[in-house]
C-alpha cells in the first residue's frame, strides 16, 4: 500500500485500500476456491476404480442401512452398498455428464446465434422461433421421445439434452452478437471488404464467448440434476449403476431413518454447483475487458 | 451541389436514404401507414483531392448516414456515390476491393472501434494481410512504421485496446486506417469524444497527414470550430438536406442561410458574454416529420410563406458557394481574421 | 412565490475537501484539498478535463459520493454552519430544496416508467409539500418558466417522448422548482446539440438573474464556462490549479495548465495558414498514479526540479486570481 498522499489521514487511507483490494481478493478467493473444489471432486471421481474402495455393486445386506462411520464413510443404502464408494464412481457418470453436454450444447449454440445474430433478417426471424420452440416445448416429452427412438440409457440422456440446450446458448449468443453488431470495429472490418467469415469467426465470436462460459457453469450443474430427473423416470441411468440423482432418489424412502442415503448425494451435488458457480463468478472477473 | 472541385476523387449525386417506419398497434389497428424516418434527402457533393470537405450539422441532419452510404455499409434507396470514378455501390471483386482499400473511416467511439481481443499490432497490420499487401513478415516493419507515423511509442504493439487512453486507442484507428495506404479518410466525429488538450494532438495529426500523405478527407462534426480548423470547404446539414455550402472561409464570415448564422452564434465564445436571447429557438423537428416547404421554417425567424410552400432551390454565390433559402437575409457571421 | 431572503455570504465555503475513491483495487484521491468559494448569485464553473475530480467533487457537496469512496477530509460550510453539524434529517432536506443538481443525461436521470408530471408533482408535493391539485398547477407553471410550450398537456408525456433538450428543460424546472439557493449542474448541455445546449445555458442565465440563485457548473467545454460563469476553477488531477474571476482566467492565465488548455483549444476563426494548434504534451493523468509535489509536472512546458519537492495547493487568496503553481506568472 503506498503513503498516504497529503490532504488525507492515515486511516482513512487504510480505510480505502482495504475496500479497494476487498474487491479483488473475493474475486480471486472465488475462482479458485471453485477450482480447488470441483478439482478434488473431479479428481477423486476419476480415480475412483483405483482409490481400492468397495465395489459400488455389491450388496451386503448385513450391513444394511448403516449410518455414517470409520468403516463405510457415508453410511450404506437398504442394499448395504458403500455409498461413498457409489458416489464417487457416479461423479464419472455425472460430471462427464454435465461437462459433455453443456460444452457441445455450447459450440452448437454458440454458432447459431452468432449467425442469425450476424445476419439478422429472416434467417435471424427463423432460427429464434426455432429456438423459442425448442425451449418451451415440455421437455420431458421430447427426451421420452428421443429415448423410445435411441433406446434407453444414457445416450438418449445425452442427445435429449443436448438436442434442448443449444437453445438456450443460441438465444444468449444472438443477444450478445446483435450488441456488438453496429459496434465501430464491425463496422470497420466490413468497411476493410473482409469476409464474412473472418467478420464472424475472427472478430465477433472472441467477443461472444464471455457470456456463454459464464452461463455455462450454471448449466453443468442443471444438466446434472436433468440426468438426475431422467433416472428417476427410468431414462438414463438405469440402476444399479450409481448416479448421484439417482441415490437421492432411492433414499427417499428412507429419508427419516436412514438420512444419510439421500442427503450425502445431495450435498455432493450442491457442493459441485457451488463449486462450478464460484469459478463462473471468477472467471466473469477476470473476463471482463470492457476496461474503460 | 458543391461547385464541383476538378475531377472528385469523390462525388455524390442526389443520395435518398430512408429507413422503415415504426410499425405500432395502435397503428396498424388505425390502419396508419408506417412513418418512415428521412435521413437523406437528395445529398449531391464532392470532395476533391488533397481536400477537406467538413459536414456539419447536428441530430437528425444525417451526416453520419451520408459517410455510411459512402463506404457502403448502408445501402442508399437511390442516388451515387463514385470514387475516382467508379460507382461504389456498383463495384465488383476487383473493383470493390481497389475502392476498399483507399476509402477508409474513422469513428468517434475510440473504445467501440477497436476489436477489444486483438493486440494493437494485429489490428493495425490485419487490413493490410487481408488485403494481400504485405506477407506475414512484412507485419512486423509495418506496424513499426504506422505506430511512428501516429506517435505512438513502439512498445505499445503488444498491448490490448484495455490499456490504452482514449486519444491512444484513436491513433490505434488512424494507425489501422494508414495501413492500407487509402487515398480518401472519412472521420465521423473522430474527435468529438476526445479531451481537449488530447483532441488538439488528434488534430494535429489530422493536419500532418493530410500534408504529407496527399490525403483527401471528410471531416464530420457538430464542432464548428474543428470544422474551422481542418476543412477547406463545408456543407451545412440539417434534417437531411444541405443547407448551405462553400468554402469553409465564406460560410463561416459571410453565411447565407439563417441556420449557419444560428450554428455560429450558439458556438460557445470564449470572448463575448452570453447574448439575451438564445441563437435559435424551437426544437430539431422529428426526422420521421420533416417540416413542408423549407424545412427550416418551423424555427427561422425570416419565414415568409414561400417557405411553407416550397422546397428552396439552390442560390449561387461567388466562388462554389451556395445556399439553398427563400429568403436570404442579411446575416452576421464570424469576423474574417 | 415566498418572500426570498438572501442568505448570508459566503454562501458555500468549502476548504481542503479531499474525496477517495478505489479504481480497480486501487485507492487514490480523486479531489484532493479543493477550495471553493461560492457567494449568492454568483455562478463558479469547474473546469476540466475527463477524470479530474469534477464531478466527484459536486458530488461530495451534497454528501453523494458513491461507496466505496468516501469524503476523507476537509470542512464544507453551507450558510455559514459546518457540514458536520448537520444531522442526516437536516441534510435530506437540504438535498433538494436548498441545493439542487441536474446532470449530465437528462434521459437517464428521468424514470422512464413515469410521465414527467409525475415525476415533477412528486418534488413539489415531497418538498415543499403540496397537494396534488396544487402541484399539478405549479408542475405546469414551471414548465412553462423553463421555456416547454404547453406544459399543461406536456405533463402527461413520457420522458421517451420528449427530446433531449426538453428532458433537460424538464431536469431544471424540477431542480428550480423550491427555489434552491445553489444548483449544481454536471456537464448539463454535453449531450445536447449546440442550438439546443444555447438555448439551455441562456435559460439558466436568466433564471439565475431572476432568483438570484447561485450556481456551480461543471463542465469540461471551455466556451461554455466561459459565457456563463463569473468565476472559473481550473481542475486538474483531483486539485484545483487554478481560479479566479472568468475574464482574468481567460485573458491571463496563470498556471501552466490553464495556458496549456486554451491554447490547445480551436477557435472558431478563418484565416489563411491555419497554424497546428499547440497541444500539451503527454497524456492526461492517472489520479492511481500521481508524481510527488504538482501532478501536471510530466506535462509541465516550465517544469523544475522544484515542482517534485513544493507541497503544490492553491493558494487561497480569495476573491482574487490564484494560481497553484508558484513559479509561473
Request: with cysteine.
Amino acid at each position: 500500500m503506498k503513503p498516504p498522499p497529503p490532504g488525507i489521514t492515515e486511516s482513512a487511507w487504510l480505510r480505502l485500500n482495504k475496500r479497494a483490494v476487498l474487491d479483488r481478493r473475493w474475486a480471486t478467493i472465488s475462482l479458485y476456491t471453485g477450482i480447488a473444489i470441483t478439482a478434488v471432486i473431479a479428481a477423486l471421481s476419476l480415480a475412483a476404480p483405483f482409490l481400492g474402495l468397495r465395489d459400488p455393486l455389491a450388496t451386503d445386506l448385513m450391513n444394511a442401512l448403516a449410518p455414517p462411520s470409520s468403516e463405510f464413510l457415508f453410511g450404506t443404502d437398504d442394499l448395504g452398498r458403500d455409498i461413498f464408494s457409489r458416489v464417487l464412481h457416479a461423479g464419472r457418470i455425472d460430471l462427464v455428464f454435465g461437462i459433455v453436454t453443456t460444452y457441445v450444447s455450447l459450440v452448437i449454440g454458440l454458432l447459431i446465434g452468432a449467425l442469425s445474430g450476424y445476419f439478422g433478417g429472416i434467417i435471424d426471424t427463423i432460427i429464434m422461433r426455432i429456438v423459442d420452440l425448442v425451449i418451451s416445448f415440455p421437455f420431458i416429452i421430447l427426451i421420452l421421445t428421443i429415448a423410445a427412438i435411441v433406446g434407453p440409457g444414457l445416450a438418449g440422456a445425452y442427445i435429449g439434452v443436448i438436442a434442448v440446450s443449444w437453445a438456450l446458448y443460441a438465444r444468449l449468443t444472438r443477444g450478445e452478437m446483435l450488441a456488438i453488431r453496429r459496434r465501430e470495429f464491425i463496422l470497420n472490418a466490413e468497411t476493410l471488404g473482409y469476409g464474412t467469415p473472418r467478420i464472424i469467426f475472427v472478430h465477433a465470436l472472441p467477443n461472444l464467448l464471455r457470456a456463454n462460459l459464464v452461463f455455462s457453469m450454471s448449466d453443468i450443474v442443471l444438466n446434472i440434476l436433468t440426468l438426475a430427473a431422467l433416472s428417476y423416470l427410468g431414462l438414463g441411468v438405469a440402476p444399479p449403476t450409481p448416479e448421484w440423482g439417482e441415490m437421492i432418489a432411492q433414499g427417499q424412502k428412507n429419508l427419516l431413518n436412514a438420512w444419510w442415503i439421500s442427503t450425502l448425494p445431495g450435498l455432493v451435488i450442491v457442493l459441485a454447483g457451488v463449486g462450478f458457480s464460484l469459478i463462473g463468478d471468477g472467471l466473469a472477473d477476470r473476463l471482463d475487458d470492457s476496461g474503460r | 451541389m458543391i461547385a464541383a472541385p476538378e475531377n472528385p476523387i469523390l462525388s455524390v449525386t442526389g443520395l435518398r436514404k430512408t429507413y422503415g417506419g415504426r410499425h405500432s398497434l395502435m397503428n396498424m389497428m388505425r390502419g396508419t401507414p408506417a412513418r418512415r424516418l428521412v435521413a437523406l434527402d437528395d445529398i449531391s457533393l464532392s470532395v476533391g483531392r488533397n481536400e477537406v470537405l467538413g459536414i456539419v450539422g447536428e441530430s437528425g441532419s444525417g451526416k453520419s448516414t451520408i459517410a455510411r452510404c459512402i463506404v457502403r455499409l448502408e445501402r442508399p434507396d437511390s442516388g451515387t456515390v463514385a470514387f475516382d470514378g467508379q460507382d461504389v455501390w456498383e463495384a465488383r471483386a476487383q473493383g470493390l476491393r481497389h475502392i476498399r482499400r483507399n476509402m477508409q473511416m474513422i469513428y468517434q467511439d475510440p473504445y467501440g472501434s477497436l476489436n477489444p481481443r486483438l493486440s494493437i499490432a494485429r489490428a493495425i497490420s490485419e487490413p493490410a494481410l487481408v488485403h494481400g499487401l504485405i506477407g506475414r513478415d512484412g507485419v512486423r516493419p509495418l506496424v513499426r512504421e504506422l505506430l511512428d507515423r501516429v506517435g505512438l511509442p513502439q512498445s505499445m504493439a503488444e498491448l490490448t485496446p484495455r490499456a490504452l487512453s482514449g486519444g491512444q486507442r484513436q491513433r490505434v484507428a488512424i494507425a489501422r486506417a494508414l495501413a492500407l495506404k487509402p487515398r480518401m479518410i472519412i472521420a465521423d466525429e473522430a474527435v468529438s469524444a476526445l479531451d481537449a488538450s488530447v483532441q488538439a494532438q488528434i488534430l494535429n495529426l489530422f493536419s500532418e497527414l493530410i500534408r504529407d500523405l496527399g490525403l483527401s478527407m471528410i471531416f464530420i462534426s457538430h464542432q464548428l470550430s474543428v470544422i474551422a480548423h481542418l476543412a477547406d470547404r463545408v456543407a451545412v446539414m440539417y434534417l437531411g438536406r444541405i443547407v448551405e455550402s462553400g468554402s469553409t472561409a465564406d460560410v463561416f464570415t459571410r453565411p447565407r442561410h439563417p441556420y449557419t448564422e444560428a450554428l455560429l452564434k450558439a458556438h460557445p465564445d470564449l470572448e463575448g458574454k452570453a447574448s439575451r436571447e438564445p441563437a435559435l429557438a424551437g426544437e430539431i423537428p422529428s426526422s420521421y416529420a420533416i417540416p413542408a416547404g423549407c424545412r427550416f421554417n418551423t424555427r427561422c425567424r425570416h419565414a415568409e410563406t414561400a417557405c411553407f410552400a416550397s422546397d428552396p432551390p439552390p442560390t449561387a454565390f461567388e466562388a462554389g458557394h451556395h445556399a439553398w433559402c427563400h429568403v436570404l437575409p442579411d446575416l452576421k457571421g464570424i469576423d474574417a481574421t | 412565490m415566498m418572500p426570498h431572503t438572501p442568505p448570508p455570504n459566503p454562501l458555500l465555503d468549502v476548504r481542503d475537501l479531499s474525496v477517495g475513491l478505489t479504481n480497480r483495487h486501487v485507492a487514490f484521491l480523486a479531489a484532493d484539498r479543493i477550495a471553493l468559494q461560492v457567494k449568492t448569485g454568483q455562478s463558479l464553473g469547474l473546469l476540466g478535463e475527463s477524470g479530474c475530480g469534477k464531478s466527484i467533487t459536486l458530488r461530495a457537496l451534497l454528501g453523494l459520493v458513491p461507496h466505496p469512496g468516501e469524503i476523507v477530509g476537509g470542512h464544507i460550510e453551507w450558510k455559514g454552519r459546518d457540514w458536520r453539524s448537520f444531522s442526516h434529517r437536516e441534510i435530506m432536506k437540504i438535498r433538494g430544496k436548498e441545493i439542487a443538481m441536474i446532470f449530465q443525461d437528462p434521459a437517464s436521470c428521468l424514470n422512464p416508467v413515469f410521465t414527467i408530471g409525475d415525476q415533477t408533482t412528486e418534488t413539489l408535493r415531497l418538498k415543499l409539500g403540496l397537494r396534488s391539485k396544487a402541484a399539478q398547477t405549479f408542475a405546469a407553471d414551471l414548465l412553462d418558466q423553463v421555456g416547454i410550450p404547453a406544459p399543461a398537456e406536456r405533463l402527461r408525456l413520457y420522458p421517451h417522448e420528449l427530446s433531449g433538450g426538453m428532458r433537460q428543460r424538464v431536469m431544471i424546472a424540477m431542480a428550480i422548482a423550491t427555489e434552491p439557493d445553489l444548483l449544481l449542474a454536471d456537464e448539463p448541455t454535453t449531450a445536447l446539440d449546440v442550438t439546443i445546449q444555447d438555448q439551455i445555458l441562456n435559460l439558466l442565465a436568466r433564471l439565475k438573474e431572476r432568483t438570484a440563485m447561485s450556481m456551480i457548473l461543471v463542465s469540461h467545454d471551455v466556451g461554455v464556462v466561459a459565457q456563463n460563469c463569473d468565476v472559473i476553477a481550473v481542475m486538474y488531477a483531483g486539485r484545483i490549479m487554478e481560479s479566479g474571476p472568468a475574464r482574468d482566467i481567460l485573458q491571463a492565465p496563470r498556471h501552466p495548465y490553464t495556458r496549456g488548455l486554451l491554447a490547445a483549444i480551436p477557435q472558431l476563426r478563418v484565416g489563411a495558414g491555419r497554424p497546428p494548434l499547440k497541444t500539451i504534451a503527454g497524456l492526461p493523468p492517472n489520479p492511481a498514479q500521481l508524481p510527488q509535489g504538482c501532478p501536471f509536472q510530466p506535462r509541465c512546458p516550465s517544469a523544475r526540479p522544484e515542482c517534485r519537492t513544493i507541497p503544490v495547493t492553491l493558494d487561497r487568496n480569495l476573491p482574487g486570481h490564484g494560481s497553484a503553481c508558484p513559479f509561473v506568472n
